[in-house]
């Protein structure tokens, strides 16, 4: 019996912005019979996490990429894996039966057959809606978690300030700043994002990056008794600029440096003798390290959204055709929130 | 009663490279008079450290220096202060008596009038040379012990590599870092250093970054398996290199960036994709925050000393006049170990 998978590939390596022309829509044909010895579950795939790591996967390899499993090259014409939520269609397995609804890798198409040993995990919280999952209760939400409290080590009362502040990890990292007792600002590239952070999400202060002629000037008007912790998703003149209004013995985290994945000579250079006066710690982490904090970091984000005080931000497109421009958007800013691709009703 | 004191101060803020001419030789009378309720000391000068940090103190301040009490900015005229070696001429205090052996923070010159609350201790181990109180057990000695156990947290077998490590840190934790049991690389600026390096004081490798087209090759050539522990005391591009090279969860100790000091375009630009990707920590200290490790510090370097497994490097110029020679020469690499001035017989 075989079924056929509508799934997104890359038609080359991608070096630069990713355009739709990057991308190709592919059909291919998926037997739905598994040998038991295999291992291999099918999954039919629901929800999809869009996520701007990717690019870098997409593009010519680093040294430093190569040597982590999940940031292995995607190969021009295969599947590409990412995380997400899905339904078991077959499984011989005894810890997973049909029907089971599933988080794990899956990928950029419509159905995926999950390797033995790849991530796969049955859902344990119910009680929310689906594409939670991909999103606050997944990587995005754990990465925001754990690089904030574990990472950054924040104490109520300091200056917080996190870049790209109304994506997929930088909401959360504010609205749990603001519930640890912190003064929290954002940074975003529009008013409309401006207004949402402040408005909706209650950041103590946030201001379009895109309209400030000095960066520097920007944060000092922000933060006028400076900074203590950094979320940087950006890199580039913003990690500069904030490291230049830190104070002593300041944290950054650095999370991603989405304004360096899709131009190279954008490269920040933070004035060292501030990191040395300072006596600032400037720490890269992956969602994927953070796995000791993943409990905790679970049982408070569901008692925080079943007290209304967490609000998971989700802009959800619909269908597998939707993914290349899903994540093309994630390098124009489109998006406020988790990027999600539905492709298919539960 | 009044003597002449002979000091050393600059003329005007120097920035980039010092010169002899920045510097004048000037004569005052001290007296010898302290009113008992002031509790000053007067300290007879015998051994400086000349250390490169107070070039950014000649400088026009930057706001982190700032902050920061012995960052402060030195003022043309003035006397400067350094951390020394003295002998108690004049003191009413309890706990300093006349022709006590003293450290703390005396000044280029001849005398010094010690206010209340500067740093001042008694000499509390004897059987070394009193230049050692500058060196192996001052702040040198401190920075690179606490820097390389405390911040770097290094444990037996780890890749090391130090920057000037012929310098008067660098050398010191290449050779606790040999006593920890790492594989252990240094770089500096001449043959004649990296000679010494490897002969005299045991580095496993070592390379001269004059003569290297590329230090990023130049450091894979010395680190096939990757660097675990960068101990940095220069920044520019010897730190995007260190960081190319370097292992996951690889972590810099930024003690010192003197190849910015002098030339403030010289930043780095470190990859901030390795710094995620591989979760590197780059942390900027001050000697001055390691005093919870000074006992163990203290005693460990007295230990290896008498034992003969680390070597107290010094190069000591002579007399008052000599210090701005000396002072100079440190950016230019013209000394190897901890550069002291001795200014008079004990």
Redesign the interface.
């Given at each position: 019996m075989e079924i056929k998978n509508k799934y997104v590939a890359i038609k080359s390596n991608i070096n630069g912005a990713p355009e739709e022309s990057d991308f190709e829509i592919k059909v291919e044909n998926v037997s739905l019979i598994v040998e038991p010895e295999s291992k291999e579950v099918i999954v039919k795939n629901l929800f999809l996490s869009i996520d701007p790591y990717q690019i870098?996967r997409m593009k010519s390899q680093?040294s430093?990429?190569a040597?982590?499993s999940f940031?292995a090259a995607i190969v021009p014409g295969d599947a590409i894996d990412t995380y997400g939520v899905g339904r078991v269609l077959v499984s011989h397995r005894p810890d997973f039966k049909k029907d089971d609804l599933v988080a794990g890798l899956l990928t950029w198409g419509e159905y995926t057959r999950v390797k033995e040993g790849s991530l796969l995990n049955k859902l344990e919280i119910l009680g929310f809606p689906l594409s939670y999952h991909v999103g606050v209760f997944g990587f995005s939400g754990l990465a925001a978690y754990g690089g904030f409290f574990d990472v950054c080590k924040p104490k109520p009362g300091e200056k917080v300030f996190v870049s790209a502040a109304s994506g997929s990890i930088g909401n959360l990292v504010g609205q749990y700043a603001k519930l640890l007792g912190c003064y929290v600002v954002g940074s975003a590239g529009s008013q409309e994002k401006v207004k949402f952070l402040k408005e909706t999400l209650g950041f103590d202060d946030a201001f379009n990056y895109k309209q400030e002629t000095d960066l520097k000037s920007a944060l000092k008007r922000c933060f006028p008794q400076g900074i203590d912790v950094y979320f940087d998703n950006v890199?580039g003149k913003m990690?500069e600029a904030a490291v230049a209004n830190m104070n002593?013995f300041g944290r950054v985290a650095?999370?991603?440096?989405i304004s360096?994945?899709t131009n190279a000579s954008t490269?920040?250079?933070?004035?060292?003798?501030?990191?040395?006066?300072?006596?600032?710690?400037?720490?890269?982490?992956?969602a994927a390290?953070l796995m000791k904090v993943y409990a905790d970091f679970l049982s408070k984000t569901v008692e925080y959204l079943q007290a209304g005080k967490l609000k998971a931000i989700e802009d959800v497109s619909q269908g597998v055709e939707s993914i290349p421009s899903a994540f093309i958007g994630l390098f124009r800013g489109d998006n406020i929130g988790k990027k999600i691709v539905k492709v298919a009703d539960e």
């Open positions: 870098n680093s430093s990429q040597a982590i940031a890199g990690l002593s650095v999370c991603g440096v360096e994945y490269r920040a250079a933070p004035e060292m003798l501030d990191i040395v006066y300072k006596r600032i710690t400037i720490q890269g982490f992956l390290d």
